[in-house]
């Protein structure tokens, strides 16, 4: 369990940064926490030829929170969204979808940016950044551009980005008025990947009738997906909604995998509890908002 | 006595080192010492073709490379089997290096040796093995079938056919009131210490000997093995146990293949090599345990008392069988538990598997046994619509019985007799502890908050303390320190503080002066080793029996000294006095001094020990007929046969029956390992065997898929329980001293793993009105049990392993 020889890189500026991506060519891979990525090369199962660490570059570390939502740094670890009360306050799906990432000790060195490069069906910054309409900005030698969350994701551990690029940012728009959320996953080990996680929505009238109800899993599918349920339950009180009926539509909607831990169907029961369980609470949270 | 010592919650002395990671494992040994590295087997079954090295030779830094080819004498014949049965009649090894068929997925191929660890894997990358593959045999199930052969010349893959009977039991069904019949399967787990195995050798060329450090359990067999293997002769092999972290059964095995290769190479090369497991190889290349397919028919009357047990069961023993039959020999001893059983059969197949070699894990076979008995139980008080605790109740062996004689005979060649015990009184107190009968009443509770409560309980018996022998040293020095060493090793259970505490008991000084050393060869070279939970037993007995030598001689000398009478004397915190005499009084160190006739002045102590010095006697020699020189003491203590610790284990679970979750709300545990030397050391050892229980019942699984490749091989799939998924553990102890030795003690390393599987069994069963036929459970697993009532849950589908 010792990676094969790589060369290493700490660049102190985005530029350097990309240009050293650039000389390297396709083996040379971003290093951030390095939580995910140096266990595959422990494993051997990935031997990139360099490693370009970022750590050093300035002004990737900061939270910035505006009115229109909550722009993350690549060096932002996991703990620092945890506890930041104004990101919270924008989009409450930030610190309740961290808290869920992992061990402490990972979530310090991890970064929330890394995880959605990871693109790791898994991961809940993935979903959460979906489940938000959000997107990233990736720098190159030509400029920086925004990604959409929806063209960034192409399939497991794969994004639409190729070549010399380094994610800066990832922006998660701030929460529409009238709007709750919640965020639950059920795992094998407190601290484990999920098993099956939901991350909701749910937006109300000034009636309290659901206008919207969507949703974003953890470890179903390929690429994170958003799946509109309002349709079960639109134009219904928040109180007495039948959050049911929008589980046992999710779970039509849903096409998980069977894996050791978890079979495609008991995948598919998880999705309809956890859907029933997170709206009904999301629903409570968007009648005081 | 001022301080009293025994029984005693005494702190761990060695804890404060442990866990301020001031240990010192086999991988801190030796920096800048050759790293060894190997290629192993990615086929579970396959004949090699062809070694192709050239690309690697050319690799930076490499050193050495071996293949079986490069063995010679002893080293290129089978590993030994260490434990051979007259009912093991096909027993089959491996080589250190594979010769021509590999029969698991990650048998050493080749070593590389390199100068570190990340060339030598370098290097092993770039080795190519041909091999051409030959048919898989995975699963007790598949390995009855037969359709394909482990080893061409076993055909029916059996390895041996354990049986043993005390009576007749068909007649015995026959004649029963009821009979009724079940199959059960429980699933391998793994020791998985913290620390994988590593070994370090380092051969003095001037000298002709050879030092080998190695996270073992057994380190002066490890010693003969290398002596033998490598053509040495004893005196110049020395083996040391390092601190080891956790061992729980695998390094009782000996010798690894590594155990032999690495000092290979370091004669071989005149160089310090060093190897260090990884977590990868522990999986694939260390050891397993608990396959088995259990068939159980049970006999018993109206009111619940078995009248004829008859067992049939099949014992997945992996590719090889190094460790004999050890564990189906446990399995069949000592499933019959704390319970009368009047005619018992078991029949056990040790059989084949192109896996990881099955050898003993914390429990060794009793787990299984466990399940057996404790679900034979569970089965009976439901067909009589009976308590399961009241069920137990009426077959449990009386208070009176003992000593109570199976008619079997145990792992180590002795029968199965029960030395003393109080099955009664583990369940009275158990059934308070848990609140048995306050079960409905909780059941209600958690049913309005949408949970299914259950509960569920296991009792076991377990042999502790074989033999045939362990021996302990006790010296005392000028300085007054008082040097204890015993052969075994320590791998972490609190050894240090637990055999200070007999000394300082035994001999009259305070703990701090007492020094404990275990498992250096250097020290003493007789041992059998760690396991079986037997330290406690065996070498606690031994140390206080070698103490008690060191004791008597002090007051001989002493008594001399004062001029008083030997059963005048005690000797209290290190200072030998008259009873009722304060002034009439010599310290123990200056007794050791004077223990020794030749007493050059070097320090303080023997220039004050001249004052005490008499003229002497001119008409004796110095050191009379018979006597030695010095204050030390080696004893051994070798029992007639096992003593046996018992107990009894509840679980209360909680069952979401919206995600199938399984919560383990409450766990209690009523403990006897006879006279406890310290509770809180008990309580630690039971503590970690719950965790690995509940791990065994809910979480961990080696998940072979039908090739024999080990999907789970890492900790990220490899499911052991968090600390936040053990259940506070809460612990009553009972103490029923054993006779059969000097402190009256029982074994208690392994106890609390034993019942865990059956007792959590039973709590899911008893939650959820549904059979468990196999172990472990999860979520996923119960889902498919609840929508499919009719179907019993066999271990044919674990998910996401192909079949
Ligand atoms: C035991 C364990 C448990 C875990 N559990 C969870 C969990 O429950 N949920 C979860 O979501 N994660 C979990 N993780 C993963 C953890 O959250 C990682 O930190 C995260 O996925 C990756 O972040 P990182 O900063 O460590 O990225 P790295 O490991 O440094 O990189 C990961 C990948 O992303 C690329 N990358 C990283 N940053 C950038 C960037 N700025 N631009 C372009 N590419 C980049 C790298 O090249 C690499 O391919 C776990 C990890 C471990 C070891």
Redesign the pocket.
């Known amino acids: 369990m010792k990676p094969a020889p790589f060369g290493y890189a700490d660049p102190t500026s985005l530029d350097e940064a990309l240009s050293v991506l650039e000389s390297e060519g396709e083996s040379a ?11 595959l090369l422990s494993m051997r199962l990935a031997s990139p030829t360099t490693l370009v660490d ?1 750590n050093r570059v300035p002004g990737l570390d900061a939270v910035v929170v505006g009115d229109d939502g909550v722009r993350v740094g ?1 060096l932002v670890r ?1 703990v620092g969204l945890l506890h930041h009360a104004g990101a919270a306050a924008v989009q409450p799906l930030l610190a309740r979808a961290t808290a ?4 402490p000790a ?1 979530r310090n ?3 929330t ?3 959605i ?2 693109a ?1 069906p ?4 993935t979903s959460v950044l979906a489940l938000t309409g959000g997107s990233v900005t990736v720098a190159t030698p030509a400029g920086s551009s925004a990604v959409d969350w929806a063209d960034f994701f192409i399939g497991p551990l794969e994004t639409s980005v190729h070549g010399p ?4 940012d990832a922006f998660f728009p701030a929460l529409p008025a009238r709007t709750g959320t919640a965020f639950e996953e059920i795992s094998r080990r407190k ?4 098993v099956c996680g939901a991350g909701v929505t749910v937006t109300l009238d000034h009636d309290s009738r659901v206008t919207s109800a969507r949703a974003s899993y953890i470890s179903v599918g390929l690429v994170p997906e958003v799946h509109d349920l309002t349709e079960a339950v639109v134009g219904q009180s928040a109180d007495t909604a039948d959050w049911a009926a929008a589980g046992a539509l999710a779970r039509t909607l849903v096409d998980p995998d069977g894996d050791l831990h978890a079979s495609a169907d008991y995948r598919r029961l998880l999705v309809g509890v956890l859907t029933e369980r997170t709206l009904a609470r999301a629903a409570q949270e968007a009648q005081n908002r | 006595m001022t301080t009293k010592l025994m029984g005693e919650p005494v702190r761990r002395r060695e804890d404060l080192r442990l866990i301020t990671g001031r240990g010192r494992y086999t991988d801190d040994i030796g920096h800048g010492a050759l790293a060894a590295a190997f290629v192993r087997s990615p086929y579970a079954h396959a004949r090699i073709t062809g070694i192709d090295v050239d690309g690697a030779l050319d690799v930076e830094g490499v050193v050495a490379i071996y293949t079986y080819e490069d063995l010679a004498g002893p080293m290129a014949e089978p590993l030994p089997v260490l434990i051979p049965h007259p009912q093991l009649t096909a027993p089959r090894t491996g080589f250190p290096l594979a010769r021509d068929v590999v029969q698991h997925v990650g048998e050493a191929v080749v070593m590389v040796v390199a100068t570190d660890r990340y060339v030598a894997e370098d290097v092993c990358d770039r080795i190519v093995v041909s091999y051409e593959e030959l048919p898989v045999v995975v699963g007790v199930d598949a390995s009855r079938a037969a359709v394909h052969a482990v080893h061409a010349d076993v055909p029916d893959n059996v390895a041996a056919r354990h049986h043993q009977e005390t009576g007749d039991v068909e007649a015995a069904l026959a004649a029963s009131p009821r009979t009724l019949s079940f199959t059960q399967y429980i699933e391998r787990s793994a020791c998985m210490p913290m620390e994988g195995k590593g070994v370090h050798a380092v051969w003095d060329a001037d000298d002709s000997s050879l030092r080998v450090h190695t996270s073992t359990q057994a380190s002066t067999s490890v010693r003969a093995a290398i002596a033998a293997k490598l053509q040495l002769s004893l005196e110049k092999v020395e083996v040391v146990a390092p601190d080891v972290g956790g061992g729980f059964g695998v390094k009782i095995v000996h010798p690894w293949p590594e155990e032999l290769l690495v000092p290979m190479a370091a004669i071989a090369l005149g160089q310090p090599v060093h190897w260090a497991e990884d977590r990868r190889e522990h999986f694939i290349s260390s050891a397993h345990e608990r396959e088995q397919r259990q068939e159980i028919t049970v006999g018993y009357d109206d009111e619940g008392r078995v009248t004829a047990l008859d067992v049939r069961a099949w014992h997945d023993n992996g590719a090889y069988t190094p460790y004999g039959i050890i564990v189906p020999i446990v399995t069949a001893t000592q499933l019959v538990g704390p319970y009368a059983v009047p005619v018992y059969r078991v029949r056990i197949d040790s059989v084949y598997t192109n896996t990881v070699i099955v050898t003993p894990y914390r429990g060794a076979g009793r787990p299984q046994g466990c399940y057996a008995m404790e679900r034979t139980m569970d089965r009976i008080a439901q067909d009589l619509g009976l308590d399961r605790a009241e069920v137990r109740r009426r077959n449990l062996i009386g208070k009176d019985q003992f000593p109570y004689d199976h008619h079997l005979t145990f792992q180590d060649g002795r029968p199965v007799i029960y030395d003393s015990g109080d099955y009664e009184g583990l369940l009275d107190k158990l059934v308070a502890l848990v609140g048995w009968d306050r079960a409905e009443e909780r059941r209600a509770e958690a049913a309005s908050r949408g949970k299914q409560l259950g509960i569920g309980m296991a009792m076991y018996v377990e042999g502790t303390g074989p033999g045939p022998y362990e021996g302990g040293h006790v010296q005392v020095l000028g300085s007054g320190k008082v040097l204890v060493s015993t052969g075994l090793t320590s791998q972490g259970q609190g050894h240090e503080t637990a055999f200070a505490q007999i000394v300082a008991h035994e001999l009259g000084v305070p703990i701090e002066d007492v020094e404990v050393t275990t498992g250096d060869t250097r020290r003493f070279g007789y041992a059998v080793g760690t396991f079986a939970s037997r330290a406690a037993v065996m070498s606690g007995n031994a140390i206080a029996l070698a103490a008690r030598g060191v004791r008597a001689k002090a007051l001989r000398i002493a008594a001399e000294i004062l001029e008083a009478d030997v059963e005048d004397l005690e000797i209290d915190e290190g200072v030998v006095q008259v009873k009722g005499t304060p002034g009439t009084a010599i310290p123990l160190r200056t007794v050791a001094v004077l223990s020794n006739p030749l007493r050059y002045a070097f320090d303080e102590a023997a220039r004050q020990a001249t004052q005490f010095a008499g003229p002497g006697d001119d008409s004796k020699p110095p050191v009379a007929v018979g006597d030695a020189p010095g204050l030390e003491h080696v004893d051994y203590y070798s029992p007639i046969r096992s003593t046996f610790a018992s107990g009894a284990h509840a679980a209360v679970v909680e069952i979401d029956p919206t995600t199938w979750e399984i919560d383990v709300v409450d766990y209690a545990v009523v403990h006897d390992c006879g006279t406890i030397v310290n509770p809180m050391i008990v309580e630690g050892q039971v503590h970690g065997g719950v965790a690995q229980g509940v791990g065994g019942a809910l979480y961990e699984r080696m998940a072979y898929d039908s090739d024999g490749q080990l999907q789970n091989a890492s900790f ?1 799939d490899f499911l052991m329980p968090y600390a936040s998924e053990v259940p506070d553990v809460v612990i009553d102890h009972q103490e029923t001293p054993s006779p059969l030795n000097p402190l009256g003690l029982k074994g208690a390393g392994e106890a609390g793993v034993i019942p865990g599987t059956a007792c959590i069994a039973s709590a899911i069963e008893d939650a959820i009105g549904l059979r468990i036929a196999a172990m472990p459970i999860s979520p996923t697993e119960l889902y498919d049990l609840v929508r499919s009532p009719d179907a019993e849950r066999v271990p044919a589908a674990i998910p996401g392993v192909p079949a």
């Open positions: 891979k971003v290093m951030a926490g390095g939580q995910s990525l140096l266990p970022i690549a996991h869920n990432v992992a061990h990972i060195r991890g970064t940016v890394g995880s490069a990871h790791d898994s991961g809940e910054m690029a380094v994610v800066i601290g484990d990947y999920a | 990220m």
